[in-house]
Protein backbone atom coordinates (compact mmCIF):
# COMPACT_ATOMS: atom_id res chain seq x y z
CA UNK A 1 0.00 0.00 0.00
CA UNK A 2 1.40 3.39 -1.01
CA UNK A 3 1.94 6.11 1.67
CA UNK A 4 -0.63 8.40 -0.53
CA UNK A 5 -3.28 5.68 0.65
CA UNK A 6 -2.04 5.05 4.04
CA UNK A 7 -1.44 9.26 4.57
CA UNK A 8 -4.75 10.58 2.99
CA UNK A 9 -7.40 8.39 5.18
CA UNK A 10 -5.31 8.95 8.94
CA UNK A 11 -5.23 12.78 7.92
CA UNK A 12 -9.10 12.64 7.37
CA UNK A 13 -9.88 11.19 10.90
CA UNK A 14 -7.30 12.92 12.14
CA UNK A 15 -9.16 16.49 10.89
CA UNK A 16 -12.53 15.16 11.68
CA UNK A 17 -11.03 14.76 15.53
CA UNK A 18 -9.23 18.64 15.30
CA UNK A 19 -12.42 20.00 13.78
CA UNK A 20 -14.71 18.26 17.18
CA UNK A 21 -11.98 18.70 19.42
CA UNK A 22 -12.00 22.47 18.24
CA UNK A 23 -15.88 23.23 18.52
CA UNK A 24 -16.85 21.16 22.05
CA UNK A 25 -13.83 23.09 23.51
CA UNK A 26 -14.67 26.87 21.70
CA UNK A 27 -17.81 26.73 21.38
CA UNK A 28 -18.03 25.76 25.03
CA UNK A 29 -20.30 22.72 25.13
CA UNK A 30 -21.44 20.63 28.12
CA UNK A 31 -19.57 17.40 28.54
CA UNK A 32 -23.09 15.50 29.02
CA UNK A 33 -24.45 16.97 25.62
CA UNK A 34 -21.61 15.99 23.79
CA UNK A 35 -17.52 15.36 25.04
CA UNK A 36 -14.39 16.42 23.63
CA UNK A 37 -12.58 13.51 22.07
CA UNK A 38 -10.07 13.56 25.51
CA UNK A 39 -13.01 13.28 27.69
CA UNK A 40 -14.11 10.48 25.97
CA UNK A 41 -10.90 8.81 26.02
CA UNK A 42 -10.62 9.40 29.59
CA UNK A 43 -14.11 7.45 29.72
CA UNK A 44 -12.61 4.51 28.01
CA UNK A 45 -9.46 4.39 29.88
CA UNK A 46 -11.59 4.47 33.78
CA UNK A 47 -12.75 0.86 32.35
CA UNK A 48 -10.99 -0.29 29.49
CA UNK A 49 -11.22 -3.96 30.29
CA UNK A 50 -15.18 -3.84 30.52
CA UNK A 51 -15.57 -1.60 26.88
CA UNK A 52 -13.32 -4.72 25.38
CA UNK A 53 -15.11 -7.53 26.18
CA UNK A 54 -18.35 -5.36 25.56
CA UNK A 55 -16.64 -5.03 21.61
CA UNK A 56 -15.60 -8.97 21.49
CA UNK A 57 -19.33 -10.06 21.71
CA UNK A 58 -20.34 -7.09 19.23
CA UNK A 59 -18.04 -8.88 16.80
CA UNK A 60 -18.60 -12.41 17.52
CA UNK A 61 -22.37 -11.03 16.59
CA UNK A 62 -20.94 -9.40 13.61
CA UNK A 63 -19.10 -12.07 12.33
CA UNK A 64 -21.56 -15.12 13.36
CA UNK A 65 -24.21 -12.50 11.35
CA UNK A 66 -22.21 -11.64 8.35
CA UNK A 67 -20.86 -15.29 7.58
CA UNK A 68 -23.90 -16.64 7.87
CA UNK A 69 -25.69 -14.08 5.36
CA UNK A 70 -22.59 -14.41 2.92
CA UNK A 71 -23.21 -18.27 2.81
CA UNK A 72 -26.91 -17.94 2.21
CA UNK A 73 -26.14 -15.04 -0.33
CA UNK A 74 -23.46 -17.02 -2.07
CA UNK A 75 -26.11 -19.89 -2.30
CA UNK A 76 -29.25 -18.53 -3.62
CA UNK A 77 -27.07 -15.87 -5.63
CA UNK A 78 -25.86 -18.70 -7.79
CA UNK A 79 -29.53 -20.26 -7.66
CA UNK A 80 -31.03 -16.95 -9.20
CA UNK A 81 -28.25 -16.35 -11.86
CA UNK A 82 -28.54 -20.40 -13.37
CA UNK A 83 -32.39 -19.81 -13.36
CA UNK A 84 -34.06 -17.13 -14.68
CA UNK A 85 -37.36 -18.17 -13.82
CA UNK A 86 -36.63 -18.63 -10.14
CA UNK A 87 -35.03 -14.89 -10.40
CA UNK A 88 -38.31 -13.74 -11.42
CA UNK A 89 -40.15 -15.66 -8.99
CA UNK A 90 -38.33 -14.72 -5.71
CA UNK A 91 -36.40 -11.73 -6.33
CA UNK A 92 -39.76 -9.79 -5.52
CA UNK A 93 -40.23 -11.62 -2.33
CA UNK A 94 -36.63 -10.67 -1.18
CA UNK A 95 -36.56 -6.99 -2.34
CA UNK A 96 -40.47 -7.01 -0.09
CA UNK A 97 -38.56 -8.80 2.82
CA UNK A 98 -35.70 -6.23 2.92
CA UNK A 99 -37.88 -3.36 2.67
CA UNK A 100 -39.07 -4.03 6.55
CA UNK A 101 -37.62 -2.00 8.68
CA UNK A 102 -35.46 -4.37 11.09
CA UNK A 103 -36.03 -2.36 13.88
CA UNK A 104 -39.40 -3.70 13.55
CA UNK A 105 -38.00 -7.22 13.45
CA UNK A 106 -36.23 -7.20 16.29
CA UNK A 107 -38.63 -7.57 19.36
CA UNK A 108 -40.44 -10.43 16.95
CA UNK A 109 -36.79 -12.47 16.97
CA UNK A 110 -36.51 -12.03 20.52
CA UNK A 111 -39.62 -13.61 21.27
CA UNK A 112 -39.15 -16.49 18.62
CA UNK A 113 -35.74 -17.16 19.45
CA UNK A 114 -35.70 -15.66 23.28
CA UNK A 115 -32.62 -14.11 24.77
CA UNK A 116 -28.68 -14.68 24.20
CA UNK A 117 -26.95 -14.82 21.11
CA UNK A 118 -29.41 -16.46 18.53
CA UNK A 119 -31.74 -13.29 17.93
CA UNK A 120 -29.03 -10.63 17.56
CA UNK A 121 -26.80 -13.06 15.23
CA UNK A 122 -30.28 -13.65 13.33
CA UNK A 123 -30.97 -9.69 12.78
CA UNK A 124 -27.07 -9.06 11.69
CA UNK A 125 -27.63 -12.01 9.39
CA UNK A 126 -30.85 -10.67 7.76
CA UNK A 127 -29.56 -6.53 7.66
CA UNK A 128 -26.72 -7.66 5.67
CA UNK A 129 -28.33 -10.62 3.29
CA UNK A 130 -29.75 -8.45 0.44
CA UNK A 131 -27.02 -6.58 -0.57
CA UNK A 132 -24.71 -10.18 -0.73
CA UNK A 133 -27.37 -11.71 -2.75
CA UNK A 134 -27.62 -8.80 -4.87
CA UNK A 135 -23.81 -8.69 -5.55
CA UNK A 136 -23.50 -12.24 -6.53
CA UNK A 137 -26.57 -12.37 -8.70
CA UNK A 138 -25.56 -9.31 -10.51
CA UNK A 139 -21.85 -10.57 -11.01
CA UNK A 140 -22.90 -13.90 -12.34
CA UNK A 141 -24.90 -11.91 -14.88
CA UNK A 142 -22.37 -9.48 -16.30
CA UNK A 143 -19.89 -11.56 -17.22
CA UNK A 144 -18.78 -10.42 -20.96
CA UNK A 145 -20.46 -11.97 -24.03
CA UNK A 146 -17.49 -12.31 -25.51
CA UNK A 147 -16.08 -14.63 -23.06
CA UNK A 148 -18.82 -16.75 -22.88
CA UNK A 149 -18.85 -17.22 -26.41
CA UNK A 150 -15.14 -17.93 -26.27
CA UNK A 151 -15.89 -20.77 -23.70
CA UNK A 152 -18.42 -22.67 -25.64
CA UNK A 153 -16.15 -22.49 -29.04
CA UNK A 154 -13.61 -24.37 -26.79
CA UNK A 155 -16.94 -26.98 -26.05
CA UNK A 156 -16.27 -26.00 -22.48
CA UNK A 157 -19.31 -27.43 -20.19
CA UNK A 158 -21.57 -25.68 -18.11
CA UNK A 159 -19.34 -26.41 -14.96
CA UNK A 160 -15.87 -24.96 -16.54
CA UNK A 161 -17.75 -21.59 -18.03
CA UNK A 162 -19.05 -21.05 -14.60
CA UNK A 163 -15.96 -21.45 -12.80
CA UNK A 164 -13.41 -19.92 -15.48
CA UNK A 165 -15.68 -17.38 -16.51
CA UNK A 166 -18.71 -16.33 -14.60
CA UNK A 167 -17.56 -16.48 -11.09
CA UNK A 168 -14.15 -15.10 -11.79
CA UNK A 169 -15.67 -12.16 -13.53
CA UNK A 170 -18.27 -11.93 -10.59
CA UNK A 171 -15.56 -11.49 -8.30
CA UNK A 172 -15.39 -7.80 -7.63
CA UNK A 173 -18.85 -7.54 -7.42
CA UNK A 174 -19.16 -10.24 -4.89
CA UNK A 175 -16.61 -8.08 -3.07
CA UNK A 176 -17.99 -4.87 -3.33
CA UNK A 177 -21.33 -6.55 -1.93
CA UNK A 178 -19.73 -7.87 0.95
CA UNK A 179 -17.88 -4.49 1.68
CA UNK A 180 -21.24 -3.25 1.88
CA UNK A 181 -22.78 -6.09 3.96
CA UNK A 182 -19.70 -5.82 6.70
CA UNK A 183 -20.95 -2.47 7.81
CA UNK A 184 -24.56 -3.41 7.93
CA UNK A 185 -23.94 -6.62 10.06
CA UNK A 186 -22.04 -3.74 12.59
CA UNK A 187 -25.54 -1.65 12.65
CA UNK A 188 -27.64 -5.05 13.07
CA UNK A 189 -25.88 -6.19 15.82
CA UNK A 190 -26.12 -3.01 17.63
CA UNK A 191 -29.98 -2.62 16.78
CA UNK A 192 -30.21 -6.05 18.53
CA UNK A 193 -28.17 -5.38 21.34
CA UNK A 194 -30.39 -2.36 22.09
CA UNK A 195 -33.35 -3.99 21.62
CA UNK A 196 -32.19 -7.01 23.77
CA UNK A 197 -29.56 -5.02 26.18
CA UNK A 198 -27.73 -7.71 27.98
CA UNK A 199 -24.41 -7.60 26.20
CA UNK A 200 -22.21 -5.85 23.53
CA UNK A 201 -21.81 -2.53 23.21
CA UNK A 202 -25.27 -1.59 22.00
CA UNK A 203 -26.12 -2.32 25.96
CA UNK A 204 -23.16 -0.09 26.58
CA UNK A 205 -24.84 3.03 25.06
CA UNK A 206 -27.74 2.24 26.08
CA UNK A 207 -27.26 1.90 29.99
CA UNK A 208 -24.51 5.13 29.81
CA UNK A 209 -27.09 7.28 27.94
CA UNK A 210 -29.52 6.26 30.69
CA UNK A 211 -27.53 7.15 33.30
CA UNK A 212 -26.23 10.57 31.38
CA UNK A 213 -22.76 9.37 30.89
CA UNK A 214 -22.62 10.53 27.94
CA UNK A 215 -18.21 9.99 27.33
CA UNK A 216 -19.38 6.23 28.13
CA UNK A 217 -21.61 6.07 25.51
CA UNK A 218 -19.36 7.82 23.13
CA UNK A 219 -16.30 5.31 24.32
CA UNK A 220 -18.62 2.86 23.07
CA UNK A 221 -19.62 4.42 19.74
CA UNK A 222 -15.72 4.61 18.99
CA UNK A 223 -15.39 1.03 19.19
CA UNK A 224 -17.86 0.35 17.08
CA UNK A 225 -16.32 2.75 14.16
CA UNK A 226 -13.01 0.88 14.86
CA UNK A 227 -14.57 -2.23 14.51
CA UNK A 228 -16.56 -1.47 11.16
CA UNK A 229 -13.49 0.04 9.26
CA UNK A 230 -11.41 -2.76 10.53
CA UNK A 231 -13.53 -5.15 9.09
CA UNK A 232 -14.28 -3.08 5.75
CA UNK A 233 -10.64 -2.62 5.43
CA UNK A 234 -9.85 -6.33 6.37
CA UNK A 235 -12.39 -7.69 3.51
CA UNK A 236 -10.68 -5.42 1.37
CA UNK A 237 -7.44 -6.03 1.77
CA UNK A 238 -8.41 -9.88 0.95
CA UNK A 239 -9.66 -8.73 -2.45
CA UNK A 240 -6.97 -6.84 -3.18
CA UNK A 241 -4.50 -9.51 -2.32
CA UNK A 242 -7.28 -12.11 -4.25
CA UNK A 243 -7.78 -9.98 -6.99
CA UNK A 244 -5.13 -8.08 -8.00
CA UNK A 245 -5.97 -8.23 -11.58
CA UNK A 246 -9.41 -6.35 -10.44
CA UNK A 247 -7.80 -2.61 -10.47
CA UNK A 248 -6.18 -3.15 -14.01
CA UNK A 249 -9.45 -3.54 -15.58
CA UNK A 250 -11.44 -1.21 -13.72
CA UNK A 251 -11.38 3.07 -14.08
Request: glycine letters at 8%.
Amino acid sequence: MSLRATFLPTAGVVGVVLAWWSFTVLGGVPEFFLPSPPQIFDAFLQKPEYLLGEAVVTLIETLAGFAIATAAGLLIGVGLAASATADRITLPVFVALNAVPKVALAPLLLFWLGFGFPPKITLVAIMCFFPILLAVKQGLTSAPAESLELAASLCANRRQTFLKIRFHYALPQIFLGLKTAINLAVIGAVVAELSNPERGLGTVISRSTSNFDTPAAFAAIVLLAVISVTLFYGIALIERLLLPWAREISG
